[in-house]
């Protein structure tokens, strides 16, 4: 398994940025397929941003992020970012990290249970 811990979560106003980080330990970062999933409150956990490991260059987005956000991994670091632009209120959440082994080439997983790692999760808030 791969140890994750999430930063760089807070209060925005809408419009405004954000960069969340997620360390990853404890395996070769490289050959996990990686997501940013979120949870509002009285929500369902939904996806928002996967990219493919092993090699892979496929990322996916929700229809909901699409254009704002940009999911993108540092190999040397070990770490995956997301930065989040143009924040709306309807941002607000929780937002985690997971990953887990790629088992097929450029495929992104965005499904919550084709995660077996998480981190703890980093709040978002967005004010209109």
């Known amino acids: 398994q791969v140890q994750l811990v999430e930063s760089g979560g807070g209060l925005v106003q809408a419009g405004g940025s954000l960069r969340l980080s997620c360390a990853a330990s404890?395996?070769?970062?490289?050959?996990?397929?990686m997501a940013w999933f979120r949870q509002a409150p009285g929500k369902e956990r939904e996806f928002v941003a996967g990219?493919?490991?092993?090699?892979?260059?496929?990322?996916y987005y929700a229809d909901s992020v699409k254009g704002r956000f940009t999911i993108s991994g540092d190999n040397a670091k070990n770490t995956v970012y997301l930065q989040m632009n143009s924040l709306k209120p309807e941002d607000t959440a929780v937002y985690y990290c997971?990953?887990?082994?790629?088992?097929?080439?450029?495929?992104?997983?965005?499904?919550?249970?084709?995660?077996?790692?998480w981190g703890q999760g980093t709040q978002v808030t967005v004010s209109s």
């Open positions: 404890g395996r070769t970062f490289t050959s996990y397929n």
């Open positions: 990219i493919s490991g092993s090699g892979g260059t496929t990322i």
């Open positions: 997971a990953a887990d082994p790629s088992r097929y080439f450029n495929y992104v997983p965005r499904r919550s249970t084709e995660f077996g790692s």
